[in-house]
């Protein structure tokens, strides 16, 4: 039996962030949420070029890209939170959020990517994500709007951006 979904969505949650502290996801109350599982060692890496480029175009106007390091997928993330936040800010100059890293399938997921999971299932409907940087778009009250595959570059999210802002 699933758990029944926080009446506030996505805002419901909060995450550590890779350089300590705590996310809010309430604080992104009214603005445009995209949420993604990376990895700095998978043949998608380079989509975090993309994010930051969402990130940079859309920022201001109420879009906040959240990127979750997740170690689930080949190993692909076997790195501490220090040499993550190096590797992107050098590699991609990535100044948008970044959680800790987190696992997003099985017992030990994050309460936010269970919740994501059920509210917008991937292909044949199944839950479970599949591999690194599958996105999730989530509406200005906090309501998962669409899941997309991995292979879905971050520049083709930019209509569905532009419609939620």
């Known amino acids: 039996m699933n758990p029944a979904p926080p009446p506030e969505g996505v805002l419901g949650f909060e995450a550590r962030g890779l350089s300590g502290g705590l996310i809010r996801f309430a604080d992104f109350s009214g603005r445009v949420i995209l949420i993604v599982n990376t990895a700095s ?15 940079e175009a859309y920022a201001e106007r109420g879009l ?14 076997p790195a501490g939170a220090d040499e993550i936040e190096r590797f992107c800010q050098r590699n991609f100059g990535v100044g948008f959020v970044m959680a800790d890293k987190v696992d997003v399938n099985g017992d030990k997921a994050h309460p936010l990517f269970k ?7 991937g292909v044949l409907g199944s839950h479970a994500i599949k591999w690194n940087f599958t996105k999730f778009l989530v509406n200005r009250a906090g309501e998962p709007v669409r899941r997309y ?7 083709e999210l930019g209509e569905d951006i532009e419609a939620l802002l």
């Open 41 to 55: 060692r998978c043949g998608f890496t380079p989509q975090y070029a993309g994010l930051q480029a969402l990130h």
């Open 64 to 77: 906040v890209v959240v990127g979750f390091p997740c170690n689930q997928f080949g190993a692909q993330e």
């Open 115 to 121: 919740y994501l999971t059920q509210a917008c299932p």
């Open 149 to 155: 595959a991995p292979m879905t570059s971050p520049a």
